[in-house]
């Protein structure tokens, strides 16, 4: 499912293997799976970037959820041990890799069988992949005085430059 998923998000099989770091014959062959296991198939693979089946369609947000529930289960279960598994934070465009160094260190120290995937992009881009579940946080930029978007989560954390307009967020659900 975690492959479907993010073969439906990337729109490509290359892309979703890269962001799963697996090959595209593993992604491929994970894919035919699942459409194995559920009898429908999920991807329509002629097009470019592949679009997903009315089956596919009707699957994607049944799928995750599931793979939410998963990650709020094993979060529910690790009885004091530190956390596993994958942390995948969006980052705007504008903060650079300075901006993360200090963070990313930090919680590499802190937790280190987690494991970190940061990906940029375009703030309102990064809040719809908070709200597919395509990633767990992001980090945004948002003008003085605009809101979050109704049912975000999120905590203001700084300006992102002296004098500048633009706050920072740190976003990490959707109600």
Not at 11 to 30: F, I, N, W
Not at 143 to 160: M, N, T
Request: proline share 5%; aromatic share 4%.
């Amino acid at each position: 499912m975690r492959t479907f998923v993010s073969v439906a998000d990337t729109g490509s099989v290359s892309l979703a293997a890269r962001d799963l770091h697996v090959t595209q014959s593993a992604v491929t062959r994970r894919l035919q799976r699942l459409e194995t296991s559920l009898g429908a198939v999920m991807l329509d693979r002629r097009t470019r970037p592949i679009t997903l089946t009315v089956a596919g369609q009707a699957a994607l947000e049944p799928c995750r959820r599931l793979l939410n529930d998963v990650r709020a289960v094993r979060a529910a279960t690790g009885n004091g041990r530190l956390p596993t598994g994958d942390l995948r934070i969006g980052v705007a465009h504008a903060l650079t890799e300075l901006t993360l160094t200090e963070p990313v260190g930090e919680v590499r120290r802190k937790f280190p069988n987690v494991a970190l995937r940061l990906s940029t992009a375009w703030s309102r881009d990064l809040l719809e992949r908070v709200r597919a579940g395509a990633a767990d946080a992001a980090v945004i930029l948002l003008p003085q005085g605009e809101r979050l978007p109704a049912g975000v989560v999120g905590k203001e954390i700084g300006k992102e430059g002296p004098g500048c307009k633009l706050y920072a967020w740190l976003v990490w659900s959707f109600l």
